[in-house]
């Protein structure tokens, strides 16, 4: 930075916090690969632990707590109320990031989600499961500190590239995870599973003390969640993303609870439920470390807006397509293409949640935007739950594939037309690269 040099809310630097402002700018530069490399093998195992065990929810309730009816509402009841209290808590762990630092509450959420899910192993009757399911919500927050730390610890042109190589982590975990989990659950049995989550997230939590976080001064004033809540609002792109952000992520955990049960009904045994649906639930996994970052780097040279956009065309044409599979390999391979597109839309949404932020009120924005994903995450299994058991599993497909075709069609009509310009609202204008510039979310 050069005397001159203006922050985002038009104050110059000059002297002393000219220096601060070169430090911290060098500091950024020295370390942003060493901390994505270290974010992403921790992300990589924090999302593994979870979904080592998550999705075998199902089965634990039938097979060990003793659920025969209802069982749809019950798994979708016991994802959905962790994401719910982890929803409610967001805000207020960011705020705590934004005061003390990211790499803090990457630790505390770390440990805490280790204790959580050893805790799932002393478990003996649903009410228990849904207690061990609270203190795991009241423990989130890796995520988005991981999440903050990337888009505030990268060089603006890098910061696409960075979040799509991060998203890889947790696609990544989400590959091995219900793959380890099948076979930890054939061989050690499903409580088994649990003590390995445990493990490997305390694991995680020990690996994220290696990130070096440069930290600007900050003024000693800190804004309530509240407050934050009035800030994000008055900024349209901001809530576009959110609101985008609560219905893609509803859209994805809507299967959350059903995939299990599903995989059986189109030919899985009984017996070997676990591996299947964990073969399953890897599909999308693969195909999103697969195109992660490669996405990434499209979102980087034609905008995070289009290539959200063919994501979200993607996830809705191959949600629809599975409605009409009823064989287990072509279900799985339709999971693999579907993962494929979708592997495009948290990335794009990170992105332009980050870079419609102001510096300074970052890693609260990216903890709104998981406030917002949390509650899709809440309503998603809740929904599904309700509805798979009411309607059918393969109508819930069609209900999603329509969700992100009219999220599609809404997104590319807000963004066709900024005031006082004209722009070419056609879906192949929208897609067409637009070379070095990029519009803005509200363009």
């Known amino acids: ?118 805790a799932n192993y002393f478990v003996h009757d649903p009410f228990m499961f849904i207690a061990a399911r609270i203190f795991q919500g009241l423990m989130a927050g890796f995520s988005p500190a991981a999440v903050a730390l990337v888009g505030t610890h990268t060089p603006e042109k890098h910061v696409g590239y960075a979040l799509g190589v991060i998203s890889t982590s947790t696609a990544a975990g989400g590959i091995l995870g219900p793959l380890a989990g099948g076979v930890l659950a054939s061989w050690l049995g499903l409580r088994g599973c649990f003590i390995a989550s445990g493990v490997i997230m305390l694991l995680s939590a020990a690996i994220v003390l290696g990130v070096k976080e440069v930290r600007e001064s900050r003024s000693p004033t800190r804004p309530s969640v509240l407050q934050d809540l009035k800030h ?99 279900f799985g391979l339709l999971r693999f293409g579907y993962g494929l597109f979708f592997a495009a839309v948290y990335p794009a949404i990170n992105a332009l949640v980050i870079q419609n932020a102001d510096n300074g009120f970052r890693a609260r924005a990216v903890s709104l935007s998981q406030s917002a994903n949390q509650f899709g995450i809440v309503a998603g299994p809740l929904l599904g739950g309700i509805l798979g058991g009411w309607i059918g599993i393969p109508f819930v497909f069609l209900l999603t594939g329509l969700a992100l075709l009219g999220a599609a069609w809404g997104f590319n009509s807000m963004n066709s037309i900024r005031p006082g310009m004209r722009v070419p609202g056609s879906w192949a204008a929208r897609l067409r690269p637009k070379g070095a510039r990029h519009r803005r979310l509200d363009e």
């Open 1 to 118: 930075m050069k005397p001159g040099t203006w922050t985002s809310d038009n104050v110059p630097l000059t002297g002393l916090r000219l220096k601060r402002a070169n430090d911290w700018g060098n500091g950024l530069v020295a370390c942003w690969k060493r901390n994505l490399y270290i974010l992403w093998l921790g992300l990589f195992l924090n999302h593994m632990a979870f979904t080592l065990s998550v999705p075998f929810y199902p089965l634990f309730l039938r097979d060990f707590l003793g659920i025969r009816s209802g069982l749809e509402a019950w798994s979708g009841i016991s994802i959905s109320i962790s994401f719910l209290i982890s929803g409610l808590c967001a805000p207020f762990w960011g705020s705590l990031a934004d005061k003390h630092g990211s790499k803090l509450m990457l630790v505390r959420s770390g440990v805490g989600l280790g204790l959580a899910h050893l």
């Open 232 to 330: 994000a609002a008055a900024n349209p792109r901001l809530m576009r993303a959110y609101g985008l952000m609560l219905l893609v992520s509803t859209s994805v955990m809507i299967l959350e609870p059903l995939l299990t049960i599903y995989v059986i009904q189109i030919g899985g045994t009984a017996t070997n439920a676990a591996l299947s649906s964990g073969i399953v639930f890897s599909a999308v996994g693969f195909a999103t470390v697969l195109m992660g970052s490669v996405w990434g780097r499209i979102g980087g040279r034609i905008g995070y807006e289009r290539t959200l956009l063919i994501g979200l065309l993607g996830g809705g044409i191959g949600n629809l397509l599975q409605l009409a599979v009823h064989h287990l390999a072509a």
